[in-house]
Structures are given as structure tokens and as C-alpha cells.
């Protein structure tokens, strides 16, 4: 399937078809994912997004795929911050592979926990990080097409938190931006 991909082909980008390619991807080590989500537009001719939660997996990118990687620790921080790396994917997603409980308890969550002072510091100093970044900056991990996309998505994290609002994914939070 990979082969496909690479060749520029359109991708059917369902759960089944990431579960193989993951299988194929990362072999022995696919037993170390806590968990697995497909999220991004997930058109026929743009890349593969997925977002895993593994302590042993490296992040991994190419013209046809970008699988975004989180160790556990950081993706407790990140649902602690309500940081939309992690929120995003978690909430347009389609879930793939894990541990589907786990992934639904830290929905609950995120839709339960407080808005802190410290959340909101969180998110406008992310803001502030993306807004004094260029492309090159950015952990493999990381990788963003436009720094000033997620500075803004920040930002508008930060406000919408301090309203008492939760937004979840980016385009909500674009969305509430304008």
C-alpha cells in the first residue's frame, strides 16, 4: 500500500487501511501504541495524518504521510493544557488502533477538567512560540506547514479558554477567531 502512496496514487484513507499500513510501518513496535487516530482532511490526493501515543515509536514523515507522535507523558500535558496538537486529533479524528476506552475517557476529560490561569498562560506562550518560529524549528514531531497557523490557533485557544469555552479542534477554534 505504501508503494501506491509514494507513487502519488489516491489514497482510501480508512481505519482498516491505516491499521495495515501501521502494521507494516512499525512491525514489533506496534504493540507499544496506547493509542491510534486518523485525522486531517483525509482527501483522496493529500497526505495521511495520524497521530499516535507510543513511548517507544519515532515520529515519521514524507510526501504521503505524517504521523505525529506524542510519548505518554506528553500527552497527559497536553490534555492537562488542552493543547489543540493533542485536542485536535483526539476530537476530528477517526479512531484506528489502541486502547478505544482510554481514548474516550480523556475526551471526558478534556470536556470536564478546569480552565486554569496556568492553561491559559499555556496556550498564549504557545502562541507566542509558533509566532517567533520558522519552518525549519520545528522537532520532526512538530512539523507545521505555516507557524503562524498554530500562533494563531493558540491565541484563539487562549480566549476561547478564557471565556470559559471549550474548543476542541482547529477549525472550531478558527473558526471562533473571526
Not at 92 to 113: I, N, T
Not at 132 to 159: H, I, M, W
Amino acid at each position: 500500500m505504501a508503494t501506491f502512496y509514494e507513487l502519488g496514487l489516491a489514497r482510501r484513507t480508512t481505519a482498516e487501511r491505516i491499521k495495515g499500513l501501521l502494521r507494516d510501518m512499525c512491525g514489533k513496535q506496534l504493540d507499544s501504541i496506547k493509542l491510534g487516530v486518523l485525522f486531517g482532511s483525509r482527501a483522496p490526493f493529500s497526505d495521511v495524518d495520524i497521530y499516535l501515543v507510543s513511548d517507544e515509536i519515532k515520529p515519521f514523515h514524507s510526501d504521503w504521510i505524517d504521523v505525529r507522535i506524542h510519548d505518554v507523558n506528553r500527552f497527559k500535558n497536553g490534555i492537562v493544557n488542552f493543547d489543540v496538537r493533542v485536542t485536535d486529533p483526539l476530537f476530528s479524528g477517526e479512531f484506528v488502533f489502541g486502547d478505544k476506552d482510554y481514548l474516550e475517557k480523556q475526551k471526558q476529560r478534556l470536556r470536564e477538567q478546569s480552565i486554569t490561569e496556568e492553561v491559559i498562560k499555556y496556550n498564549l506562550q504557545k502562541s507566542e512560540n509558533y509566532r517567533n518560529l520558522g519552518k525549519g524549528d520545528f522537532e520532526l514531531c512538530d512539523r507545521v506547514k505555516n507557524p503562524l497557523f498554530y500562533s494563531q490557533t493558540y491565541l484563539a485557544n487562549a480566549l476561547a479558554l478564557k471565556e470559559g469555552k471549550r474548543l476542541f479542534t482547529k477549525e472550531s477554534l478558527l473558526s471562533y477567531s473571526k
